[in-house]
């Protein structure tokens, strides 16, 4: 009997899983192969002649069948890269996606990395204090304290599952000092004494239009947590909340950096500026896509006085 060896299974599971509906079927092979062997995928096709032993074969079999049945390969292998570091994934919870990455490095390109970058030699906290609404796995939180040394997050979510494995992720990078996972609806948990001091709000929300849900790709639709995309009627229910909670939250001069829809970008931009942000600027995903707004909260006192004259969103 001829022996299934890792070059073997590859071309095996490539066919077989691009038969029953995956789009990337080279993807999803070599992901499901390269977790079971423990091997990168370079790795892979330099030991394409390898014997897989009895165990690995078991579990590669599982996985196939979970994967033809279009679950995602993250929560088979429960893990995903995103940007610089490793993100634990379990069902029930948000993958993290490169859409989310873009948002990220909006978020990061207007952070100063260097207390005095600021051009104030009198600066002395080396604190920057940013929220991440709805964190879901905590991978925006997570990043950004990986990738600026200065970054003091607070990170919420209304989902207990979500709540626990940010602050997995946080404690396995070994951020856990400087990212605090609060369970909580949007903003509402966090300490009163912050409210105004915070430099940033980051969020990835719910933001997919309600009619929109039933044509996602299979995987989307059947497997990841409806109440993490569902945005409403017009995909802005829980946009309207974080935007009026941030011009509370946010120092004056800080920003708001928020993903959303690519069909809703510009009502979201009018709806920020109407609210008393200073000005809305919109940044798109990798496919060239509007996905990413980026509100400045104004340095004087006129957010207030939106904000007291009851302007609403």
């Known amino acids: 009997m001829e022996a299934w060896t890792i070059g ?17 079927a080279r993807t999803s092979t070599r992901w499901l192969v390269s977790d079971v062997v423990g091997m990168s995928f370079m790795q892979l096709y330099l030991n394409l002649d390898r014997p897989l032993d009895a165990e690995e074969l078991a579990r590669l079999k599982v996985f196939v069948r979970w994967r033809a049945a279009g679950e995602p390969v993250q929560y088979i292998v429960g893990k995903t890269a995103f940007r610089h570091i490793d993100v634990i994934v379990r069902e029930g919870v948000l993958i993290p996606r490169p859409e989310t990455e873009v948002l990220v490095s909006e978020a ?6 260097d207390k005095h970058a600021s051009g104030d030699a009198a600066c002395d906290d080396p604190d920057l204090l940013i929220a991440d609404l709805c964190t879901g796995s905590g991978c925006v939180a997570c990043s950004i304290a990986y990738e600026n040394p200065r970054a003091r997050l607070v990170a919420t979510d209304i989902d207990p599952g979500c709540v626990r ?22 903003g509402e948990g966090v300490d009163a004494a912050l409210m105004g001091a915070f430099d940033a709000v980051v969020s990835n ?30 995909g802005l229910d829980v946009f309207r909340r974080i935007a009026q909670w941030s011009l509370a939250a946010l120092k004056p001069g800080g920003f708001l ?9 510009d009502a979201a931009a009018q709806a920020a500026l109407s609210a008393g942000f200073a000005d809305a600027e919109v940044a798109r995903d990798l496919n060239g896509l509007p996905r990413i ?16 004259d009851g302007t609403a969103l």
């Open 8 to 24: 073997r299974m590859l071309s095996w599971m490539e066919g077989y899983l691009a038969e029953h509906g995956d789009a990337d």
């Open 108 to 113: 990061l390109g207007r952070l100063p990395r």
């Open 165 to 186: 494995l940010a602050r997995d992720n946080a404690a396995a990078l070994g951020l856990d000092a400087r990212v605090q996972v609060v369970e909580c609806d949007l």
């Open 205 to 234: 929300p719910p933001y997919v239009p309600t009619a929109v849900l039933a044509g996602l790709d299979r995987e989307v639709r059947d497997f990841e947590p409806h109440l993490a995309l569902d945005g409403g009627r017009d």
């Open 257 to 265: 950096a928020i993903e959303l829809h690519e069909t809703t970008l």
């Open 293 to 308: 707004l980026v509100a400045r909260k104004p340095a004087d006192d006129a957010a207030s006085r939106a904000e007291g």
